[in-house]
């Protein structure tokens, strides 16, 4: 999936929400900006790793964040089975 789908796709939007999606097996593709806090985006980099799922890069927070259809950047989005 690009970032043009993401905005319709069935997504979790943030640090939080993620792991959520990613500990109940229910997320199919994590997108990680660039210029997220490593501290931040750790725990998502391992359960993605544990579980198999795959990242997506992203350039910016903002990119992410606009491509979600947010007006405020993203770390983190989880795109949904």
């Known amino acids: ?18 792991i959520k999606a990613l500990e109940s097996d229910s997320a199919a593709l994590v997108f990680i900006a660039g210029d997220a806090d ?5 725990e998502v980099i ?4 544990v579980k198999d799922v795959e990242i997506c890069p ?12 947010i007006d405020v ?3 983190v989005v989880a795109v949904l089975k």
Do not use: H, I, P
């Open 58 to 69: 992203v350039a910016s927070r903002a990119e992410l964040g606009n491509a979600c259809g």
């Open 1 to 18: 999936m690009d970032l043009e789908g993401l905005r319709s796709a069935a997504k979790r939007v943030g640090v939080k929400q993620t």
């Open 73 to 75: 950047g993203a770390a």
């Open 46 to 49: 391992a359960l993605c790793l």
């Open 38 to 42: 490593r501290q931040v985006t750790a």
